[in-house]
């Protein structure tokens, strides 16, 4: 009931094109979501979190969908550039607590 | 975003010598800090919470003697690969919780690659 579960987990998208990589959850006291990019050899950073009183969150190209019934939300990458080429890990916690649930993670691709 | 340093990024060490690790928060205090251990092309595995004051809280399997950790002060935490072994080469990644609101922000440090020989 703690698992978040990503997928895909790999994915390969063309310059320009739009990157979704989906997570879902079981555990309905999870209120906050949020997503990390990571670079090879880097630590993860922050990317952008939503929490489920708005079902969408966008900044940037980078945009966060939610569905609170079911339990499933999204981050969709528009105009993908090679520079977004990371992995993407999404991660869910609760209200106070300080530790987080991460998924499998997707190693993302954008071919030139 | 909040600063998490992680030193050294890097260390090469031969079987059987300890290894420190140390992380700090460099514009917040962290009474929590988290230690992570990542395996090529896999999620990160969380191995322990650094606690401030007190003992660290160890994940299920993780072998408390054989990673030590000290949160010495408010914006520091250090992990010590004790008696490493080839087995241990992995990234350790560190991370603090800020709290912004009622939710907690995790930041991540840059990671340190361990190699033991």
């Known amino acids: 009931q703690q698992q978040v579960k990503q997928s895909p987990q790999s994915l390969i998208v063309q310059k320009g094109g739009i990157s979704i990589i989906n997570c879902a959850y079981e555990?309905?006291?999870?209120?906050?979501f949020p997503w990390y990019q990571q670079f090879p050899g880097k630590g993860p950073a922050l990317l952008i979190a939503?929490?489920?009183?708005?079902s969408e969150k966008k900044e940037g190209r980078f945009t966060i969908s939610f569905n609170k019934s079911a339990k499933q939300f999204s981050l969709h990458i528009m105009d993908s550039q090679p520079g977004d080429s990371a992995t993407y890990f999404c991660?869910?916690?609760?209200?106070?607590?300080?530790?987080?649930?991460f998924g499998q993670g997707t190693r993302l691709t954008i071919n030139p | 975003g909040a600063v998490v340093s992680q030193h050294p990024s890097r260390v090469i060490c031969k079987s059987g010598t300890s290894v420190k690790i140390e992380c700090r928060s460099l514009?917040?205090?962290?009474?929590?800090m988290f230690w992570y251990r990542q395996f090529p092309k896999q999620s990160l595995m969380l191995m322990a919470t650094?606690?401030?004051?007190?003992?660290?809280?160890?994940e299920q399997g993780v072998e408390k003697d054989k990673f030590l950790i000290n949160h010495a002060s408010l914006t520091l935490s250090t992990l010590t690969v004790t008696s490493a072994h080839p087995e241990d080469s992995s990234f350790y990644i560190c991370?603090?919780?800020?709290?912004?609101?009622?939710?907690?922000?995790?930041?991540f440090g840059p990671g340190t690659r361990l190699t033991v020989l």
């Open positions: 991660a869910a916690s609760m209200q106070g607590a300080q530790k987080l649930v």
């Open positions: 650094s606690n401030e004051g007190s003992k660290a809280t160890y």
């Open positions: 939503i929490r489920p009183d708005v």
């Open positions: 514009d917040f205090q962290a009474t929590t």
């Open positions: 555990n309905t006291a999870f209120d906050y």
């Open positions: 991370s603090a919780p800020r709290l912004a609101g009622t939710y907690n922000e995790q930041f």
